[in-house]
């Protein structure tokens, strides 16, 4: 997927990144969004952990396992994240992109 294909969203903040053959995002990137909320909704799955970094330059990431149940709530366009592989299984996520008015 080139960069012209993706969401604005997307494109608007990190020009690197794509989708893999399952639409999901590939790559360190920020969200169009103030808040971005992550909630496992089900499946079993390996892998598949919200990996997040304090900005792109950082080498060092703080990764979280994400289990069914879990929800995560972040800053999205602030803090830079990726979704590692999910090694076996499916992996079922509602997320959504909240902006401040």
Do not use: W
Not at 21 to 49: N, P, R
């Amino acid at each position: 997927t080139t960069a012209s294909e993706m969401p604005y969203s997307l494109r608007h903040y990190q020009h690197a990144i794509g989708l893999n053959e399952h639409g999901a995002v590939t790559g360190y990137h920020t969200d169009d969004s103030d808040y971005t909320i992550d909630l496992c909704l089900g499946a079993q799955f390996t892998g598949g952990c919200l990996d997040f970094k304090a900005n792109a330059s950082d080498i060092q990431s703080v990764q979280t396992e994400h289990v069914v149940g879990k929800l995560l709530l972040f800053t999205g366009n602030k803090l830079f994240h990726k979704v590692t592989p999910v090694t076996s299984g499916k992996r079922i996520q509602l997320v959504v992109f909240c902006k401040l008015l």
